[in-house]
């Protein structure tokens, strides 16, 4: 979801070839798509047809509760979007954020011990939990990306069963 040139697609079904297709979702694909889609296609023959992507609002998406819902540097609110469909369907999640809106609505009580970028997403983290899912909390090396923090859940249910 705002999933850009795909590259992240691509990457999951590299890491995971038993996932038969990936769809990317983003309003606005960037024109080097294209070209980063043929090159990995003609280094890895397996990912060709596998990569689908879709110029459209991440609203207008239908999600099974057998999708995988991954967004990358999900800007602001688009995390929270992401969040909300995936659970919406009981789909697994992995999200990481990045550009808080800190003075949106999403900020919880925490912000006399916590920044507030970190307290949004304890809140998200906490929204997950209380929608039934199983949390997990990551982060990425900094040397990566400053803006670090994954967050993944997958229904308790499902959890449950594995």
């Not at 983003?26 to 890895?44: C, E, M």
């Not at 929608?131 to 993944?152: E, F, H």
């Amino acid at each position: 979801m705002g999933g850009g040139h795909g590259l992240l697609a691509h990457l999951l079904l590299i890491l995971d070839d038993s996932s038969p297709d990936a769809l990317v979702v983003d309003l606005a694909p960037p024109p080097s798509g294209t070209k980063l889609r043929a090159v990995l296609v003609a280094t890895w023959p397996r990912l060709a047809g596998r990569v689908r992507v879709v110029t459209a609002a991440i609203g207008t998406v239908t999600v099974a509760p057998t999708d995988l819902v991954v967004s990358s540097h999900a800007c602001g609110s688009l995390t929270d979007q992401v969040l909300n469909l995936a659970t919406a369907a009981r789909a697994r999640v992995a999200v990481l954020p990045c550009c808080h809106d800190l003075d949106g609505d999403d900020n919880g009580p925490l912000s006399g011990w916590l920044d507030g970028a970190l307290e949004i997403d304890v809140m998200r983290a906490v929204r997950l939990r209380q929608r039934g899912y199983r949390v997990w909390t990551q982060r990425i090396p900094a040397a990566i990306t400053p803006k670090n923090r994954l967050l993944m859940g997958t229904p308790m249910d499902e959890a449950h069963q594995a």
